[in-house]
């Protein structure tokens, strides 16, 4: 019935139609948080993104395995200074458990990717509840031959590798340009040659996460988890990896070097990355101090916001530019996006007190076209926003008696409105700022205007009633040169 | 200053002073959900008791790192005649994948503990995520000679170890008891003795759960995972263990034989055990058909149940239960529940209103020490709450200047009724039926009294002015015989 959904593959670098490997089931797989730190607007566009990916499936009928990592193996250290021995005389409850930080981040996490609005995917697996896995990974890798051991530490034979296959043919990088172009790092003395990269690293006596495993006590190199987790979830050829641009190479390019050397299976049959946020046209990053976490945004606490912003009105702004597209973050932009989301907000309230009438002035069967059209050419949600502008523009002229729209046209801006909007865009009305306040503001305004009529009037007895019954439900009035102002108690 | 905390320790079956191993620092390990359901009253009461200690024992200044596992290593099988081979072929999309499963119920899981205000715990480790830990400790259990392989499965051997040591001592159980009371079994056939437990078992061909081992692909006993876990994240020895009295034998009776046998440590300094929920006397369970989940009482929707009880309700009525005393579910005891959490709320709210005077006529400081003398009894809720009615009854006492208090004592009842409401019982107002509503409705019912008036004076521009407003808001106004009522639109 509707054309076909369409997807720009990194793979070809081109659109493709998408044709799931074992439909109607579809297997995808993002790369989620590191749980170090707070998520800033990076994640959550990555979230975003992947959830309307994840929606509009699901909305045309797939049955969506979506697993999203979280990456719980990391690099907390101990003082440099203090070894082994010194920490194994330490009680365990004195020392710092990484588990414990990851368990705080996490839950941090879930708590903004809620009020995101975002779904919670169907497996969330860890890192370092996958160690099996990933040390079986190793072993069918040095199987094949494909990766060798060093010092107690198992590396990837990138130019092994790219003799019998190709690295590079995701992120259409060269093997010869990157030869030239590494660094001196730590380990690389271990390494045949600087491109090659750990799937084993013997921990050093001050990491405190380490398992065992027959070449030493150590950690999965970072590549890693995403080959195994995948493939343990969604099986050794699944139809979407998604991911942030910045990915793409080394991480996504050596995933699929891993699984290939593994399985000889080429893991992912679409490859989807959404592009950066820039501040003021610059990448955003901790170390550029441009960088603003989420909560900040929602509480407004950051020296470059002018105001807070609301979890539906950065929602709103993501989807405003197409996933493939740069986002550059401004306060006047964001600003912009809470006035469209009020808008959106305004309308689906709007929309449920309008009439039917006997004849249609307006047509809404292009405006549901549009919308899918949109999203089927590549999940194009600011089409979609566009779009639906159009709808909230029919919306207010139906109420404003300019328009008028017979029951079954009705109908279908009442069902494509509250579709997109809600399930696919994931936009809800937001509680607290929105329609309660306003309620209670639009009250106390009635409640206010009739205390100073009474009082111009000299009915102190009505003045004086008002006033006590406010005070009596915690509401403080006070009479200022400006007029009445209130307070909650 | 303040006395000495005591609990219970079910090891002893005394009273004892409670001292940590490692002061500050406090290791406090709780057993959590299996997450292949809906947690019903009987999750709720282990959760909320557990809280209340882990949340006093913060406010006594101690550094409790509070570890809860989440048993997602299950039983769930394919379909019994669909063998390995079978499977094999299946793609892995279409196949039921366990961590779905569990995904979808610890969501559920952790949603529901956020309503009832439980604090999360520093860390929540899953069993699936620690099968290297759970393998390496049946190594050492089997190194020490009191653990045999059989048919690809690893037991514990429950004889040989109660000649060394003691299998029995919490549950005070006696082996010879057991010997004559065990029926046949699953495996048993495997079994030096019937009542020796499994540390690994061979995988049948329908188990999805699998991981490779020495002895086959398989998956760890039920008993292991708390073990294993609470010694990697808490250490060989550690100071709270926690739990449902159900879970003292043969689970935690055998947790200490597992660690003694592995590391020669008796694991834990103190047992803690919270008594059971029954229904009109009857133990609750799946079987009996007297099961109530926690979504069920948030919306009422239970043949059982005559209403909606709110998770602070719930809370309450479990708080006012001490932590080792049976507690009888009834619809009676939760009204009665709902109308004390709404009296303790309501007198939060009052007393930021109270105005202090000159002298006190009533004492304050007595019920302080009752509630800090109450907490130090082994976590006795009950006595606080009814120190607490106490408090209440003063309060409204002094708001209805029937009784005094000077500034001095004021500040003392706002301090010891909201740390010991909030932070220790961790009861707080419920959004929605709370104060909100109870603004809107007052505010609401002032303007339709003014309308009233203004009609009754024949002053139609204020009455048609108030209905005006009123409607630009989204609230409509009814005229009934009854008088005029209102609805959000």
């Given amino acids: ?110 708590s903004d990717m809620a009020k995101l609005n975002n779904l919670s995917p169907s497996i969330e697996p860890r890192a370092s509840g996958h160690i099996i896995e990933q040390i079986q990974m190793i072993e069918d890798i040095l199987d094949n031959n494909l990766a060798y051991e060093s010092e107690g530490s198992v590396y990837f034979d990138v130019e092994k590798y790219n003799r019998q296959y190709h690295y590079g043919k995701l992120s259409g990088r060269v093997l010869d340009d990157l030869m030239s172009n590494t660094r001196d790092l730590d380990g690389q003395g271990e390494k045949r040659n600087p491109f090659d990269f750990a799937l084993w690293k ?11 495993s027959r070449w030493s006590k150590g950690f999965p190199g970072w590549h890693l988890e995403c080959s195994a987790m995948s493939a343990r979830y969604l099986g050794e050829r699944f139809d979407i990896h998604g991911g942030g641009m910045d990915l793409l190479f080394p991480h996504h390019e050596s995933e699929i070097a891993q699984s290939v050397a593994a399985n000889d299976t080429d893991p992912v049959k679409y490859w ?7 501040v003021n046209g610059q990448k955003m990053g901790k170390s550029l101090g441009n960088f603003i976490t989420l909560g900040e945004f929602f509480s407004g606490n ?26 550059d973050f401004s306060n006047d932009a964001l600003l912009a996006a809470e006035k469209g989301y009020e808008r959106f907000m305004k309308a689906l309230n709007t929309l449920t007190k309008l009439q039917a009438s006997p004849v249609s002035s307006v047509e809404v069967e292009p405006i549901r076209q549009n919308c899918y059209d949109a999203m089927n050419d590549d999940f194009n949600s600011p089409m979609v926003i566009a779009s639906l502008f159009e709808a909230v523009r029919i919306i207010n002229s139906v109420n404003d008696k300019k328009e008028t729209l017979n029951t079954a046209d009705l109908n279908l801006l009442r069902e494509t409105f509250s579709v997109f909007t809600g399930d696919i865009l994931g936009l809800k009305p937001e509680s607290g700022s929105g329609a309660d306040n306003s309620v209670l503001d639009g009250l106390m305004q009635l409640v206010l205007d009739l205390r100073l009529n009474a009082k111009t009037a000299k009915d102190y007895a009505t003045a004086d009633k008002i006033r006590d019954q406010l005070s009596k439900i915690g509401i403080v009035v006070k009479d200022t040169k400006e007029g009445a102002t209130w307070e909650m108690n």
Same sequence: chains 1, 2.
């Avoid at 013997?202 to 065992?212: G, T």
């Avoid at 989807?272 to 820039?278: A, K, S, W």
Wanted: glycine share 4%; charged share 20%; with cysteine.
């Fill in 1 to 110: 019935m509707e054309p076909k959904l369409v997807v720009h593959n990194t793979l070809s670098r081109r659109k493709e139609v998408f044709e799931p490997i074992n439909p109607p089931h579809v297997g995808m797989y993002v790369c989620g948080p590191t749980v170090y730190g707070d998520a800033h607007l990076g994640h959550a566009r990555s979230a975003i993104v992947f959830d309307l990916v994840f929606r509009y499936l699901q909305h045309l009928g797939y049955k969506v395995r979506y697993v999203r990592n979280i990456t719980d193996v990391g690099h907390l250290e101990n003082d440099a200074d203090s070894g082994e021995d010194k920490i194994a005389k330490k009680a365990r409850l004195e020392q710092l458990e990484p588990m414990e930080v990851v368990q705080y981040f996490t839950d941090r996490y879930h």
């Fill in 202 to 212: 013997k921990a050093q006596p001050e990491h405190i996460m380490r398992w065992p």
């Fill in 272 to 278: 989807l990355h959404n592009n950066m946020i820039t």
């Fill in 302 to 327: 950051h020296p470059s916001l002018t105001q807070a912003f609301s979890p539906m009105t950065i929602r709103f702004f993501i989807l405003q530019a197409h996933y493939r597209s740069t986002l």
